[in-house]
């Protein structure tokens, strides 16, 4: 009798080339929010935004083990150089992706000073950002679930 699974070591190709599109696609939706550097206008799906944030928390932690290995470090403080010039390179479209994803679930970008309200403010801001998006459009354009899935490679 044949064995189901005759590939090499058991690992599918078609699983394989899946997982290694995923990754890509998961960092185009990182790349189209810096393609969008400073654009408040319109939505964000709750995958793009989220991307952002993982490629973020990444991105960050590489700087600061730059920071540390590299001897730029502040001393006491744990980052310095490299962690500081990223942070301020995705300061913009992190507040605009921020500001979008609000627009999604229909709320204005303002909505983001609630911020400022101790823990409470925190906790609403979390919940508005994993809530769906509305359906169709709304006072901030077309739902962006409907419009396109993915994004597009060709513009990244």
Known sequence: MESRNHYKNGANPKSLKSR??????????YLAVLKKYAEFNGRARRKEYWMFVLFNIIFA???LILDNLLGTAIH??????FYILYG??????GLAVLVRRLHDVGKSGWMFFILFIPIVGAIWMLILLVTDSVAGENEYGLNPKEIVAEPMENNI
């Open 76 to 81: 006491g403080i744990g980052y310095g150089l």
């Open 88 to 93: 301020l390179a995705v300061l913009i479209p």
């Open 20 to 29: 290694d599109i995923l990754k890509n696609k998961s960092m185009n939706w």
């Open 61 to 63: 932690i590489v700087a």
